[in-house]
């Protein structure tokens, strides 16, 4: 049972004890439900508890066989297909999270006894740590942290109900990629009822694009109207075919630097979610929260995501802790962390044999596919 106290001096209790508190605020994350173990989740989650710092966490998927028949009494041994094999490896990274409790007559003096206890500590730290883990998953995926989009769709300054249909095409058929050649159909992502399908995540600039689509207003106003599957009710913005739409909060916070290959500790988030550019090229562009970003830039875009099974890898090590220090002034005051061993990043699978000739796995986005939107005037 989870209690308001630490026995700070038992490694194994304090352990888990911090680990409880992550999993309750893990109930805020927005991609804890499409984290899974297996490479059918949209984000890959695996954990090898023994990796520190430098170590490497590792991906295995599977392909399947092809090859031609074997017609009569011709010779079929030796002509067997190799059974193709992918992998995908990050390596984790040391991490910590901190927060000053005060000192003990400030949290009196306000009435607020708890901002000096480990249980409120932790409560904080849970709540940081899932903006943290978040975030360095939107940012994996939109290619901010340097793994740039093999491929691209960019609709230029319009998004509206017909091109949802013209995007779904170009997922089954590999032809209309702005940026990126043929490659295999993102692996679709399973409902808890078997359906099969992508998510599609859009920001609210390109989600107020679509709501003001008359085709769109059209189907709205008469569909799902009542009840808790109504699409305005529940945040999904609707399903077409394949694709399910999702709206996604914005980024609220700071970036150090000012190019897109940042690290996960570049970040001070206040609000997780996804960011904009301000340039016609993504690559020498700044991003939301990055100082100089320009919000009235006339080169403004958006970047919607789709995802699809196995899109996202993310990698943890030794169990997270909960640490504690007093201050050297006679420990008037202290400071409290969780440390963590993690990494996110997009799949890119490594052929481990042989790639296949057409439907390609191998040194691309494996389950993602970047929409660009120009929302600037």
């Given at each position: 049972?989870?209690?308001?106290?630490?026995?700070?001096?038992?490694?194994?209790?304090?352990?888990?004890?911090?680990?409880?508190?992550?999993?309750?605020?893990?109930?805020?994350?927005?991609?804890?439900?499409?984290?899974?173990?297996?490479?059918?989740?949209?984000?890959?989650?695996?954990?090898?508890?023994?990796?520190?710092?430098?170590?490497?966490?590792?991906?295995?998927?599977?392909?399947?066989?092809?090859?031609?028949?074997?017609?009569?009494k011709?010779?079929?041994?030796?002509?067997?297909?190799?059974?193709?094999k992918?992998?995908?490896?990050?390596?984790?990274?040391?991490?910590?999270?901190?927060?000053?409790?005060?000192?003990?007559f400030?949290?009196?003096?306000?009435?607020?006894?708890?901002?000096?206890?480990?249980?409120?500590?932790?409560?904080?730290?849970?709540?940081?740590?899932?903006?943290?883990?978040?975030?360095?998953?939107?940012?994996?995926?939109?290619?901010?942290?340097?793994?740039?989009?093999?491929?691209?769709?960019?609709?230029?300054?319009?998004?509206?109900?017909?091109?949802?249909?013209?995007?779904?095409?170009?997922?089954?058929?590999?032809?209309?990629?702005?940026?990126?050649?043929?490659?295999?159909?993102l692996?679709?992502?399973?409902?808890?009822?078997?359906?099969?399908?992508?998510?599609?995540?859009?920001?609210?600039?390109?989600?107020?694009?679509?709501?003001?689509?008359?085709?769109?207003?059209?189907?709205?106003?008469?569909a799902?109207?009542?009840?808790?599957?109504?699409?305005?009710?529940?945040?999904?913005?609707?399903?077409?075919?394949?694709?399910?739409?999702?709206?996604?909060?914005?980024?609220?916070?700071?970036?150090?630097?000012?190019?897109?290959?940042?690290?996960?500790?570049?970040?001070?988030?206040?609000?997780?979610?996804?960011?904009?550019?301000?340039?016609?090229?993504?690559?020498?562009?700044?991003?939301?929260?990055?100082?100089?970003?320009?919000?009235?830039?006339?080169?403004?875009?958006?970047?919607?995501?789709?995802l699809?099974?196995?899109?996202?890898?993310?990698?943890?090590?030794?169990?997270?802790?909960?640490?504690?220090?007093?201050?050297?002034?006679?420990?008037?005051?202290?400071?409290?962390a969780?440390?963590?061993?993690?990494?996110?990043?997009?799949?890119?699978?490594?052929?481990?044999?042989?790639?296949?000739?057409?439907?390609?796995?191998?040194?691309?986005?494996?389950?993602?596919?970047?929409?660009?939107?120009?929302?600037?005037?």
């Amino acid at each position: 049972m989870t209690t308001g106290v630490v026995k700070y001096g038992s490694d194994l209790e304090r352990r888990k004890w911090m680990r409880e508190g992550l999993i309750q605020s893990a109930s805020t994350s927005f991609w804890s439900p499409m984290t899974g173990s297996t490479k059918d989740a949209i984000v890959y989650q695996s954990t090898n508890a023994n990796a520190g710092d430098g170590h490497t966490v590792v991906f295995d998927y599977s392909g399947n066989i092809s090859g031609k028949a074997i017609k009569g009494k011709e010779t079929a041994y030796g002509k067997g297909e190799e059974k193709r094999k992918f992998s995908d490896k990050l390596t984790v990274e040391r991490y910590r999270l901190v927060v000053d409790n005060g000192d003990e007559f400030d949290g009196v003096n306000i009435g607020d006894i708890n901002l000096t206890t480990h249980a409120d500590s932790r409560s904080k730290l849970g709540d940081l740590f899932t903006r943290f883990k978040d975030q360095s998953l939107f940012d994996a995926a939109q290619g901010s942290l340097g793994q740039a989009p093999s491929h691209v769709i960019d609709l230029g300054a319009s998004f509206g109900y017909n091109d949802l249909f013209e995007i779904e095409k170009t997922l089954k058929t590999s032809t209309g990629f702005t940026t990126g050649g043929i490659r295999r159909p993102l692996d679709a992502y399973r409902t808890a009822d078997g359906k099969p399908l992508w998510i599609f995540l859009v920001d609210s600039a390109m989600a107020t694009l679509l709501k003001q689509d008359d085709k769109f207003q059209s189907i709205v106003s008469n569909a799902d109207v009542r009840g808790n599957g109504n699409r305005l009710i529940n945040g999904v913005i609707g399903k077409l075919g394949n694709l399910i739409i999702v709206e996604v909060s914005q980024f609220f916070g700071e970036t150090n630097g000012t190019t897109n290959n940042w690290g996960l500790d570049a970040s001070n988030i206040e609000i997780s979610g996804m960011r904009q550019y301000d340039g016609a090229v993504p690559g020498s562009a700044l991003w939301t929260g990055q100082e100089g970003f320009d919000y009235a830039s006339s080169e403004l875009h958006s970047r919607g995501l789709i995802l699809g099974a196995g899109a996202l890898q993310l990698g943890f090590g030794k169990m997270p802790d909960y640490k504690f220090q007093k201050s050297v002034d006679f420990g008037i005051t202290s400071e409290s962390a969780v440390e963590f061993w993690m990494d996110a990043k997009k799949a890119v699978m490594t052929a481990e044999n042989t790639d296949y000739t057409q439907a390609k796995v191998a040194n691309l986005d494996y389950g993602v596919v970047a929409v660009d939107v120009k929302i600037g005037a």
